[in-house]
């Protein structure tokens, strides 16, 4: 009998079918991550002429940063985490209600929310926030109740849990936020904003990038399970980070803090790629195309985001190396590692939904459409690179070129999405001649 920590990858399928939830549950998630990807570009391209003297304020390119972190990226991560982590923790699926009813609360509330930040509005602002907060208090409780029953997995369980507990302070700092913007604020605008970034972006975000890549990576490589005391340690050095750079965020002795937080994340990170590495060294599958390549492009911008952060403690100048952080961040590994997963997992979960009651169901490269991904590689990494030019150069033209390139790689991965519901349909009928 294998070790623990030594278990393929593949294991944790076994009876994948009956936690499955119904396609238009985590699908609908999908979409409107897609759309709201789109519409972050286009959010930016309308305001790419102040983008130069933007400082964070309200106004279009605060609306396009929110539709990438709450519009892309946790839309992404809530349809995942519902579907993958009670296939992951060997449990039965929760309530369907409840989810169907998050979407119904948080998709609305984040295009109430970014349109009035986009339009300086912050009476709209706020009740878009009351709808997103109150989303995402829902699925709090359902990521609670899944990880409380989790069985197996304490790397991915430890992840979810720092994930959930980032969730809260989101959801504080964000309050603190909107009652800033209102002439009502309840923290100190500076704690308030550092408090939310690393909350949402390395807290929520962030933790679960490395928790699920745990499970995803290893099934994309046919490997067996990294070992589990490794990501406890990269886990739990990666919560001392946070936990060291969000008191930082509070004015407590910020250059010593910052900088033992930023050695601890490094630590983490150490331990996390290298069990990535050797995850790929071990599979049956060690290159999985574009995937791999945006996933890369995800761990270089982690690094390279750990280096900005240090040059900003030692005194590099916040107005442009704050920017590339940023844009580091959220553009070049969480956006690059969220669509490498995507592009993977998306035909998967269509190739197991519409291969129920099917002797041969289709396989997950049929129902992919590949030249839109290709687009997609090159207009994602075209327009990190001139968005990052723009922030060095403080043009306004690069911005706004660096938005048209992003929204054409957005809409070739809608393409991309579009295809794969409809040739999912087109399987499920020939599976089901009476189904319209």
Known sequence: ?????????????????????????????????????????????????????????????LAALHLVTLGTLLCSAIGASLQLLPVATRQPVRSQRLMSALWWAYVPGVAVLTLGMGRAEPLWLAAGAVLVLAALAIYGVLLGLNLKGARGMPGVVLHGWGALVSLALVGVSAVS??????????????????????????????????????VLLPMFALAPVPDERRQLASGVAALVA??????????????????????????????????????????????????????????????LALGL???????????IFGRLFGIAILGGWLLSFLFGVLQRILPFLAAMHAGRGQRRPPTPSALTLDRALAWHLRGHVAALLALAAATLAGSATLAAAAALLGLAGALSFGGFFVVLMQRLRRAGTAADPARP
């Not at 789109?38 to 964070?56: D, I, Q, R």
């Not at 952060?309 to 107005?319: K, N, S």
Request: proline residues 5%.
């Open 1 to 61: 009998m294998k070790p623990a920590s030594r278990r393929l990858a593949g294991g944790f399928l076994a009876g994948a079918g009956s936690r499955l939830l119904p396609a238009s549950l985590p699908w609908r998630y999908f979409g409107a991550a897609v759309v709201f990807h789109a519409l972050a570009w286009l959010a930016l391209l309308a305001g790419a002429a102040g983008w130069p003297e933007w400082h964070g304020g309200l106004g279009w390119p």
């Open 177 to 214: 936020l909107v009652g800033l913007w209102l002439g009502r604020p309840l923290l100190e605008a500076a704690a308030a904003r550092g408090l939310h970034l690393l909350a949402a972006a390395f807290g929520v975000m962030g933790l679960l990038v490395f928790g699920l890549a745990y």
């Open 242 to 303: 946070l936990g060291l750079a969000m008191v930082a965020a509070f004015g407590v002795a910020p250059t010593a803090l910052r900088l033992a937080a930023i050695a601890v994340a490094a630590v983490a990170l150490g331990l996390h790629l290298q069990l990535m590495r050797q995850t790929l060294a071990s599979g049956m599958r060690r290159d999985f195309g574009r995937a791999l390549v945006l996933m890369r492009i995800g761990w270089g911008s982690l690094v």
């Open 309 to 319: 952060a240090l040059a900003l403690v030692l005194g590099a100048p916040a107005e």
